[in-house]
């Protein structure tokens, strides 16, 4: 682990020194306006934090490093015999800024796997729970309960100094990268497989034992657990998940800590937990439509009555982006290659093809087109994952690479706490009125 750690830190502080200098010569530059709306509706579009690992473009989407997602499945090493990125080069490409050699890649694999023993008592933690707890809670309970291991915590009851916090927070999230899969795969063989474990298999990549733990040993499962485990793994700093892992960890709260409030922002159904309500959505469709195939007269009627029940047609929509999620379509590539003719898979092609018109035509959604999480549950399905409670752990565990290389940035380049501005209506309304010129402090 010392090569990485050390190649990490050097590209701290070079960056680190750069942004000291750029602020000083244009820290009081001005860089965007904010309009009351945006205050109101829940900050869209202000520019406020710096995130370093990858940049969301509303009609291109995420690229990391400046790789598109595209990109990544070309230039990132795979494992022997796949076609897919391996997420250990991700993680790299995201920490170090550059892309990483095959050697680098397996020295990650290696490392993770080394440091990937999770000791007894969370898995203790976790069988107090009555096993119909929802699978997000269990992991989140997981890490938690995982959070006696922290260095960072440890160290800092002793004394360490603050120039010492990176290296902490750099230890404590190569752990966590590393056992994260384990606790995850627990949860599942407990919750579906009636808790009949799998040991991990130590010559395997992280996502490919990932897969084995979670006892699908098909080869093409693990390239789809690859491929998942890329393209979930970082959309810039603001979303709920990077946000949350960030904000929280800006009071030095440790990244067990951090990473488990950032996990329960995942498991909301505005975000993470879409993925299971996609599947849950077309299930219901089909179970009342009494078919398998749902015609697109038939998709478009049950998306009318979604909307018209007031609720969200999951899996499409976004905050940012304002095209189809590149995500989406790296993942319909996935389908058209491994399952072209499963009737779930088109079933989610069929949907592309009738919800945005439906959409555009309510006039009001900014983004009528599919996000990452339409696809996702239907490639899970035709391997024989069909338990979609458990979808929403598997975005986590991406999610963790992403906004934990991001905390190791936080600390490397020393972030101060986290802590904006809040108004009261009361306030706007003087203000809006002349009778008070300062907002306060
Ligand atoms: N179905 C129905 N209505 C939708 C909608 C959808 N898929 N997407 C947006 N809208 C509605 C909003 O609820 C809002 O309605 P009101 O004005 O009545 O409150 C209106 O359209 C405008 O919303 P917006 O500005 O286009 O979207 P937001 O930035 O507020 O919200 C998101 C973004 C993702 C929460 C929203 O599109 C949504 O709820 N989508 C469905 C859930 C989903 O797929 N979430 C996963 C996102 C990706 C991820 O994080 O994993």
Same mark, same amino acid.
């Given at each position: ?44 579009? $202000? ?22 997602? *595209? ?6 090493p795979?494992a022997e015999?796949?076609?897919? *990125?391996l997420?250990e080069g991700?993680?790299y ?7 990483p050699t095959e050697a680098d890649v397996e020295h990650l694999t290696g490392v993770?796997q ?11 933690? $976790? ?78 990549d ?9 006892? /699908? ?51 909301? =159904? ?8 996609? $599947?849950?959505?077309? /299930? ?41 999620? =590149? ?15 499963? *009737? ?38 035709? /391997? ?31 972030? *101060? ?25």
């Amino acid at each position: 682990m010392g090569i990485i750690k050390d190649r990490f830190k050097e590209k701290g502080d070079a960056l680190a020194a750069e942004i000291k200098d750029l602020l000083k010569e244009h820290g009081t530059t001005k860089i965007g306006e904010v309009q009351l709306s945006q205050v109101y509706q829940g900050m869209r579009g $202000i520019t406020g934090l710096v995130t370093e690992t990858s940049l969301l473009d509303a009609q291109e989407g995420i690229r990391f490093r400046g790789y598109s997602i *595209p990109e990544l499945r070309e230039k990132l090493p795979k494992a022997e015999g796949g076609t897919e *990125p391996l997420p250990e080069g991700l993680f790299y490409l995201m920490l170090i800024g550059e892309l990483p050699t095959e050697a680098d890649v397996e020295h990650l694999t290696g490392v993770w796997q080394r440091r990937s023993h999770v000791p007894n008592h969370v898995f203790a933690t $976790i069988e107090a729970l009555p096993a119909t707890t929802h699978p997000m809670t269990q992991f989140v309970v997981g890490i938690m309960a995982l959070q006696t291991e922290s260095e960072f915590s440890k160290r800092y009851a002793a004394g360490m100094s603050k120039k010492d916090y990176w290296d902490a927070v750099f230890d404590d999230s190569m752990d966590l990268i590393a056992r994260l899969p384990r606790i995850a795969a627990y949860i599942y063989r407990r919750k579906y497989k009636n808790g009949d474990h799998i040991q991990p298999n130590g010559l395997l990549d992280w996502a490919g034992n990932f897969a084995h733990m979670m006892g /699908y040993s098909d080869e093409s499962f693990k390239e789809l657990m690859r491929l998942y485990m890329v393209i979930h793994a970082d959309h810039e700093g603001g979303n709920v998940s990077a946000h949350t892992t960030h904000l929280v960890g800006s009071a030095l709260s440790d990244p067990y800590l951090s990473l488990a409030a950032g996990m329960n922002g995942l498991a909301g =159904p505005l975000h993470g937990l879409a993925n299971q309500e996609v $599947i849950k959505w077309i /299930y219901e469709m089909r179970e009342e439509l009494k078919t398998e195939a749902p015609t697109s007269e038939q998709i478009a009627d049950y998306v009318k009555k979604t909307l018209e029940g007031g609720k969200v047609v999951p899996g499409y929509g976004h905050a940012v982006l304002r095209k189809t999620d =590149p995500r989406f379509t790296a993942q319909m590539e996935f389908g058209k290659k491994h399952m072209p003719d499963d *009737p779930l898979v088109q079933t989610v092609w069929n949907v592309y093809e009738t919800v945005p018109p439906i959409l555009q035509s309510l006039g009001k959604i900014k983004n009528p087109w599919p996000n990452v999480d339409a696809h996702s549950g239907a490639l899970l399905v035709h /391997y024989g994952m069909v338990e979609y409670e458990f979808y929403t752990v598997l975005f986590g565990v991406s999610r963790a690479l992403g906004v934990l290389a991001s905390l190791c940035w936080d600390r490397v380049l020393n972030f *101060p706490l986290e802590r904006p501005k809040s108004i009261t209506t009361d306030l706007v309304k003087k203000w809006l009125k002349g009778e008070d010129e300062v907002w306060g402090d």
